[in-house]
């Protein structure tokens, strides 16, 4: 049965809740690891309220960023072509960050 994004979203609020509780933080502890308002995390948990960089930013305060990834996943390949292509994208080396040059002796 498919849900509606209401229920998605109040039963997401809930599992933030218990993984809170489960850890053995208040609301406000929570709240502050994660860099957020105490009224934001409130919200989140009981209407599943937030912006997704206060959902990533409860994830990480919850130890659960690892979860992320497996939101959205790559699309199975529908051919040989396609799959090809998907593991040249991915052996491609990921940019890397410069060291900060503002750092001057």
């Known amino acids: 049965m498919l849900e509606t994004p209401i229920e998605l979203t109040a039963a997401l609020g809930q599992r933030i809740k218990r993984r809170r509780l489960g850890i053995g933080l208040t609301q406000a502890d929570?709240?502050?690891?994660?860099?957020?308002?105490?009224?934001?995390?409130?919200?989140?948990?009981?209407?599943?309220?937030?912006?997704?960089?206060?959902?990533?930013?409860?994830?990480?305060?919850?130890?659960?960023?690892?979860?992320?990834?497996?939101?959205?996943?790559?699309?199975?390949?529908?051919?040989?072509?396609?799959?090809?292509q998907q593991q040249k994208a991915e052996a491609k080396p990921k940019p890397r960050l410069r060291a900060s040059a503002s750092k001057a002796s």
């Open 30 to 84: 929570a709240a502050a690891r994660a860099g957020i308002a105490y009224r934001t995390w409130r919200r989140l948990e009981t209407e599943g309220k937030a912006s997704i960089e206060d959902l990533v930013r409860a994830a990480l305060a919850l130890r659960c960023e690892q979860d992320l990834a497996a939101l959205f996943p790559v699309p199975p390949a529908l051919s040989m072509d396609a799959l090809l």
